[in-house]
């Protein structure tokens, strides 16, 4: 199985800030890597797809880079509807897997 | 607009077989991977398997002899067939559309999800 390691697990930024979450995977993913948002009670949220593509209605504030192993999150200017918690997920090979999540806090 | 809606028992006892079914409205099954994928706080998001439109499984190996995954295109449904189940197997249960970007390059994704149900097991 292939691990997906976050990081940090939490931060906490203000409104405005640029905020950015790691990911690596353990082994080489291409860039079959996949960036989701999940709030409090409900299902986790498509962002990126394909390392860097924005799913269709997602603000351009959030950009996401990286191939093989290493990957970026970016929220440009953090904005309060954007505190929840993100995850990564590989596509590359089965079983699928996630990371452990980021949880974004507001000042 | 593609919804997915999940329904079944939110008890099971252990031992026993947790069911869950998925119903697709909104879209067609065809040309799609129907998955489940489980959430708890132990073990964060765990993916359990997909179902392809033509019937082809594939389950993640930790799981592999206890899960059945089926479909019933008539009705647009998918099911979870989870058996002897424990206590670890308590979790909010999702099931999701996986489906290729336009541009392929094998890039999937998990575009549509289910709101989840919470199945706890316990006696």
């Known amino acids: 199985d292939i691990q997906m390691t976050q990081s940090p697990s939490s931060l906490s930024a203000s409104v405005g800030d640029r905020v950015t979450i790691t990911c690596r995977a353990g082994?080489?993913?291409?860039?079959?890597l996949n960036w989701y948002q999940q709030k409090p009670g409900k299902a986790p949220k498509l962002l990126i797809y394909?390392?860097?593509s924005l799913q269709s209605g997602v603000p351009s504030r959030f950009t996401g880079s990286g191939s093989g192993t290493d990957f970026t999150l970016t929220i440009s200017s953090l904005q309060p509807e954007d505190c929840a918690t993100y995850y990564c997920?590989?596509?590359?090979?089965?079983?699928?897997?996630f990371g452990q999540g980021t949880k974004v806090e507001i000042k | 607009q593609v919804q997915l809606q999940e329904s079944g028992p939110g008890l099971v006892k252990p031992s026993e077989t947790l069911s869950l079914t998925c119903t697709v409205s909104?879209?067609?099954?065809?040309?799609?991977?129907w998955s489940w994928i489980r959430q708890s706080p132990g073990r964060g998001l765990e993916w359990i398997g997909y179902?392809?439109?033509?019937?082809?499984?594939?389950?993640n190996s930790s799981l592999k002899r206890r899960v059945t995954i089926s479909l019933d295109t008539s009705r647009t449904q998918f099911s979870l067939n989870l058996s002897s189940v424990t206590a670890a197997d308590t979790a909010v249960y999702y099931c999701?559309?996986?489906?290729?970007?336009?541009f392929g390059r094998g890039v999937y994704f998990f575009d549509y999800w289910g709101q989840g149900t919470l199945v706890t097991v316990s006696s």
């Open positions: 997920q590989q596509s590359n090979s089965t079983p699928k897997t």
């Open positions: 082994q080489t993913i291409s860039n079959y």
């Open positions: 394909g390392a860097s």
């Open positions: 909104g879209g067609s099954i065809s040309n799609y991977y």
């Open positions: 179902i392809y439109y033509t019937g082809m499984t594939n389950y």
């Open positions: 999701a559309r996986e489906v290729m970007a336009t």
